[in-house]
């Protein structure tokens, strides 16, 4: 069954501007993932949270987690076009050996 | 070199048919996946592979049968091919067994089933 959920399903922003993308999840895990996806191609890992921690950086991403909450965020600040894809959060449950996706956030930055 | 690579492409067959998707790593990973993502994108667990061992089943129907060879390759066979198998296949591979660290996948293989 799915684990994550991201919301919003597409999120539309000009150049330049910041863009959040939210994930939910269920049960409890042992880290948060995130990862981006350019249209027709493989995923790309972006970020790892472990369960731990509670605010992750790297370049112009920051990643929250809340743990109490079930929840993360993924922050892109100053997009680019280049930002456009689509954005996937994936859990690792406690006590399992795999990587459970959401369904993405489809992220357009208009020029 | 492309560190994962998965062959074919794109692949369209009929209704019925057997066909193969081959997956190729050469990071030195232990451990390989097949996902699937279907028409809304939504990405799920088929199999797993630790140094050629079958570890992660899902529900799948049996008529796709996984098989590693060797440490490096993770092919993906599936059998009476139904318009439902129609999606993108994904090879990912990770550093270890029972790894929760990060993913690297391949490019994808479209399969069109008519």
């Known amino acids: 069954s799915q684990q994550g959920e991201e919301d919003p399903q597409a999120l539309s922003i000009q150049e330049g501007e910041n863009a959040t993308m939210n994930c939910s999840y269920k049960?409890?895990?042992?880290?948060l993932q995130w990862y981006r996806q350019n249209s027709g191609r493989g995923l790309v890992h972006l970020i790892l949270?472990?369960?731990?921690?509670r605010e992750k950086h790297s370049g112009r991403l920051r990643v929250t987690l809340d743990t109490s909450k079930k929840s993360s965020s993924l922050l892109i600040t100053a997009s680019r076009a280049a930002d456009t894809a689509s954005y996937f959060c994936?859990?690792?449950?406690?006590?399992?050996?795999?990587?459970?996706f959401g369904q993405g956030t489809r992220l357009t930055i208009n020029p | 070199d492309t560190a994962v690579s998965q062959t074919p492409k794109y692949l369209v067959t009929q209704m019925g048919n057997d066909k193969s998707i081959k997956c190729e790593q050469n990071?030195?990973?232990?451990?390989m996946y097949w996902y699937k993502q279907d028409s809304k994108k939504f990405l799920k667990i088929m199999f797993s592979?630790?140094?050629?061992?079958?570890?992660i089943n899902e529900t799948v129907p049996n008529r796709f049968s996984p098989k590693s060879p060797d440490k490096a390759h993770l092919n993906l066979h599936i059998n009476s091919l139904e318009l439902g198998d129609s999606a993108v296949y994904f090879c990912?591979?990770?550093?270890?067994?029972?790894?929760?660290?990060?993913?690297?996948f391949g490019e994808g293989s479209r399969l069109t089933v008519l």
């Open positions: 990912a591979t990770t550093l270890r067994g029972g790894n929760t660290g990060e993913l690297f």
């Open positions: 990071l030195g990973h232990d451990t």
């Open positions: 949270i472990r369960s731990n921690e």
């Open positions: 994936a859990t690792v449950l406690q006590g399992a050996q795999k990587l459970v």
């Open positions: 049960t409890s895990i042992n880290n």
């Open positions: 592979y630790n140094n050629k061992e079958l570890i």
